[in-house]
């Protein structure tokens, strides 16, 4: 197949000193993309109230045109003209968890564009909780539909490098503010009388929801894989890794003994294949130990503590995305706990794993 043109020189911009935050607003708003750093991923930003904008992101990403745009605003302010009506359930969680990792469905004013909620009277709403991105919000002054600045079908990128990797030549500029501190994509909600719905879980758990509605409960998308989901997004078929994903779930003691002879019985099949592992340091430890000499076939991808939530869902996709350049063809993740953050780390590993899940006791 014929290598797609490229068509223009992605620019990127690392100052991003005033100077720089208002070229990159001037761009968003002359309708041409732009990726913007978040504190969840980065985003594929343009114009979200331009049909031309909003095109150009769909055909960047590859994108199916169902799937709803996120638009990202500076402040709560900003959303009052893209809206038909804020309830006071919505405003509490918004009062509360904005600037924040939290997208809040709304119904839509009628300046949104269809083309931005894949024809849905509803419009995503989102306040990122990162200085530079509300800068360069504020400098665009229009809402800039963001979807995160991967192709469609990989892992949404957590740093600016793994965005040229996907857009270079694709869109105009990336600004780059390093690595994003929640490495997880925002968690999507829903709020309706006194009852908020989960449709993607993320870094707002349920239980920090839970002082604010009656009710919170998550998608039946989420527990039920036959049920469809409410967020189209979440019925594409996400990233999973070139080799053979396994998530391990229990005992976390056991876990090291297990991965040791999981890799061994893997080695005396394919006895020159890589392996890719996503744990924590001590099982990683452990492992190294175990095999010094085939340091080489191991590539070894550990996030801190077991308990440590937040820095698994940070670096989850930067070493899914590593473990394909190594070529592995086997992967060994350690999941969580379903409850906190974990719920929005398992979310992500089943998928990624197409739901090989092994309980460990
Ligand atoms: O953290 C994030 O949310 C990142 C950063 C860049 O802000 N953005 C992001 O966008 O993850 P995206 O487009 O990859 O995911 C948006 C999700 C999709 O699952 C989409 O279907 C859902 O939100 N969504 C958007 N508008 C919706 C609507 N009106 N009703 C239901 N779901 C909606
Ligand atoms: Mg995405």
Not at 142 to 149: F, G, K, L, Y
Request: glycine share 8%.
């Amino acid at each position: 197949m014929k290598e797609k043109k490229k068509t223009m020189e992605t620019k990127i911009y690392k100052t991003l000193d005033e100077q720089e935050i208002e070229a990159l607003g001037r761009l968003l708003r002359e309708e041409h993309l732009v990726a913007i750093p978040t504190e969840t991923v980065y985003g594929l930003g343009g114009n979200g109230l331009s049909e031309r904008a909003i095109q150009k992101i769909f055909a960047a990403k590859g994108r199916p045109s169902d799937n709803p745009l996120i638009l990202h605003v500076p402040h709560k302010e900003s959303i009052q003209s893209l809206v038909k009506e804020i309830s006071p359930l919505a405003d509490k969680v918004m009062d509360a968890f904005w600037p924040g990792p939290l997208t809040i469905i709304l119904p839509k004013a009628e300046q949104v564009p269809y083309m931005a909620t894949g024809g849905l009277e509803t419009v995503a709403l989102r306040c990122p909780d990162h200085t530079i991105c509300r800068h360069i919000l504020e400098a665009a002054g229009v809402p800039i539909a963001a979807p995160s600045a991967n192709i469609s079908g990989r892992p949404s990128p957590t740093s600016a490098q793994r965005v040229y990797e996907d857009m270079a030549g694709r869109i105009e500029a990336i600004a780059d503010a390093g690595p994003c501190t929640i490495g997880l994509e925002s968690t999507v909600i829903e709020c309706e009388h006194n009852k908020i719905t989960i449709l993607r879980p993320g870094k707002i758990t349920r239980e920090m929801l839970l002082p604010f509605a009656e009710e919170v409960v998550f998608d039946k998308a989420l527990l039920a894989s036959e049920a469809v989901p409410k967020a189209p997004g979440m019925k594409y078929k996400h990233y999973a890794p070139q080799g053979e994903m396994v998530t391990l779930v229990g005992e976390v003691s056991k876990m090291g003994p297990y991965i040791v002879k999981a890799m061994k019985s893997y080695w005396k099949k394919f006895e020159k294949a890589k392996i890719g592992l996503y744990v924590s340091d001590e099982v990683g430890e452990l492992i190294c130990n175990t095999f010094p000499q085939r340091t080489e076939a191991i590539v070894l991808r550990s996030f801190g503590k077991a308990e440590d939530k937040e820095r698994q869902g940070q670096q989850l996709y930067e070493a899914l995305l590593s473990f394909d350049e190594a070529k592995v063809s086997y992967i060994l993740a350690m999941g969580s706990k379903e409850e906190g953050l974990g719920f929005a780390i398992m979310n992500r590993l089943d998928k990624a794993s197409s739901h090989k899940i092994v309980e460990i006791d």
